[in-house]
């Protein structure tokens, strides 16, 4: 590369490579050994995406990819090294035999072999998985950049990249992106109610009755707020320093309702805010016909989104009724007194004929859920608590806010375990469900140690003894989240797994000896599941 060898030339001297038994050797001779190493193997379609706290936590990364061709298993691994600035952003990803990093905010720095590239925002290093070692490198905003994506293209082309997926997956995600706006406002104290339709023609309708978005004419940035909103990536009230900000947000940068616009084959919105109805249209990712105004004299307020997914960027965009029932149902549990209706108009209700109506709302949150999943017949009552915390996730980075509640009984006929951060379902877990295994661990065996209920030489007790019999959901909220990728479904902050065990291991230690009969309940049938 370094010599100006062009792909063609490069792919045969490897193939002379390989016919003389020449091997390969890496490119970066001074690695650090101290720096651990992420290695797998990128799949076609597949991200990894590293947030800022889960990599400001270590010096640097390496990232090792391993060639795909079954022939080029004996040659090394092709070495990057990332180091990110304290607020940068970016993805790893790889699509139609091309891996790449793609920085989404803020700048990076990028060393190939004796290289190193300064990415700013939307420029990407582009590599080739299946002829290794190639490389295409770009940096500098004003550069042609292959990979660089401007405008829609960022996410009609690449899809996966901010959605996961380019299939039905990736889909449903982006409707989850714009319901979560609207959970955002109504958390805040901006509305109760949030209507969701599946419609027949396969387009989705989000109507909330929050503040509304701003989309008028902005004075700082000396252009409209719906061009922010709905044409730029990152965007939003998260960002500001304005009245509109959210303390805690499930959308994680105000990149959601962008990309969702982007991704469609069209868009509308309609607007209520500070006496105006707004009217917005898109097709395909660009704006039609600019911002449409007139009085309105009606009290409400609130936005309308209505979309319909573009087949052009997703393979599948028919995502079933149950992801929105699914989804709808755990955003209710984890707002309380939040309710949340659904209306699927491809699925008629048997007993009416009419489209399939559902509707949501736990008034007590998490603590009504886990007493409807465990019903009548447990071991305990349902406990519940919740507090605060101040921390950071490392030395040189700023405190950041973290609040916690969680909800719980035993039983020994159901058992669940559910993490929430932010409103987003963690189905990975994360930081959460360390905080979880560690705590109840620790408090139960302390239990049996402290009334010698062991026998002798008898094992301590593991996790999987005491989720035989839990019933436990958590919801936490942070000012700074740390989440593994834009699918939101694990998170990685370290204070938040330090504040939630210290957080459970003392409500646990208040209750066993507020409730020392419900105590000896839990862990006798803890050790009974160990047996």
């Not at 990736?170 to 109504?186: P, R, T």
């Not at 979880?436 to 620790?442: L, M, N, P, Q, S």
């Amino acid at each position: 590369i370094e010599n100006n060898i062009d792909l063609p030339s490069l792919a045969l001297l490897i193939k002379i490579a390989r016919v003389l038994g020449v091997r390969l050797g890496t490119f970066l001779d001074d690695q650090d050994e101290t720096g651990p190493v992420v290695s797998r193997k990128m799949e076609a379609t597949d991200t990894i995406s590293f947030s800022n706290n889960a990599i400001h936590s270590r010096k640097h990364m390496q990232y090792h990819s391993l060639s795909k061709s079954k022939a080029d298993r004996h040659m090394e691994p092709f070495i990057i090294d990332v180091a990110p600035t304290q607020d940068s952003d970016f993805v790893l990803s790889s699509h139609e035999g091309e891996e790449f990093i793609m920085v989404m905010e803020g700048v990076m720095e990028i060393s190939y072999g004796k290289s190193t590239y300064l990415l700013e925002e939307g420029d990407s290093i582009y590599y080739d998985s299946i002829v290794p070692h190639h490389v295409h490198a770009y940096e500098g905003q004003a550069a042609k950049i292959l990979a660089s994506l401007k405008g829609a293209d960022r996410v009609r082309k690449r899809p996966a990249v901010i959605f996961g997926s380019d299939g039905v997956e990736g889909c449903a995600h982006s409707i989850f992106e714009i319901v979560s706006n609207s959970i955002d406002e109504a958390r805040d104290g901006h509305g109760d109610t949030i209507n969701v339709t599946r419609c027949k023609d396969g387009s989705v309708i989000v109507e909330d009755f929050g503040r509304g978005m701003p989309v008028d004419w902005n004075n700082g940035e000396g252009r409209f707020n719906w061009e922010l909103l709905f044409c730029e990536m990152y965007a939003g009230g998260k960002y500001g320093e304005g009245e509109d900000n959210y303390e805690f947000s499930l959308g994680l940068n105000g990149l959601g309702l962008c990309a969702t616009q982007y991704a469609s084959a069209w868009m509308t919105a309609d607007i209520y805010r500070d006496g105006y109805h707004y009217h917005l249209d898109f097709k395909k990712g660009e704006n039609v016909g600019g911002l449409q105004k007139e009085p309105y004299k009606g009290r409400r307020t609130g936005s309308i989104i209505h979309w319909k997914p573009d087949d052009e960027v997703f393979t599948d965009i028919d995502v079933p009724g149950s992801y929105y029932k699914d989804v709808l149902r755990r955003q209710a549990v984890v707002n309380a007194g939040l309710t949340l209706n659904f209306t699927d108009e491809k699925e008629k209700d048997p007993a009416t004929g009419k489209p399939w109506h559902e509707s949501w709302c736990y008034q007590n949150g998490i603590a009504d859920y886990v007493a409807e999943v465990a019903g009548e017949d447990t071991l305990t009552p349902v406990f519940s608590c919740e507090s605060e915390a101040v921390g950071r996730d490392r030395e040189d980075q700023p405190d950041y806010k973290v609040r916690m509640s969680a909800a719980f009984c035993f039983s020994n006929k159901v058992q669940l375990l559910e993490y929430y951060h932010n409103s987003s379902w963690l189905e990975h877990g994360g930081s959460p469900e360390h905080a979880v295994r560690t705590a109840f661990v620790y408090q139960i065996n302390k239990y049996l140690k402290e009334k010698n209920l062991y026998k002798k030489g008898e094992s301590t007790i593991s996790f999987q003894d005491v989720q035989d019999c839990l019933v436990y959901v958590s919801s936490s909220f942070s000012t700074r989240t740390s989440y593994e990728n834009q699918t939101k479904k694990a998170i990685t902050n370290k204070f938040v797994s330090q504040a939630m065990t210290d957080f459970l291991k003392h409500y646990l230690e208040v209750y066993f000896l507020e409730k020392p009969e419900e105590a000896q309940k839990i862990c006798q049938q803890v050790l009974v599941n160990k047996q």
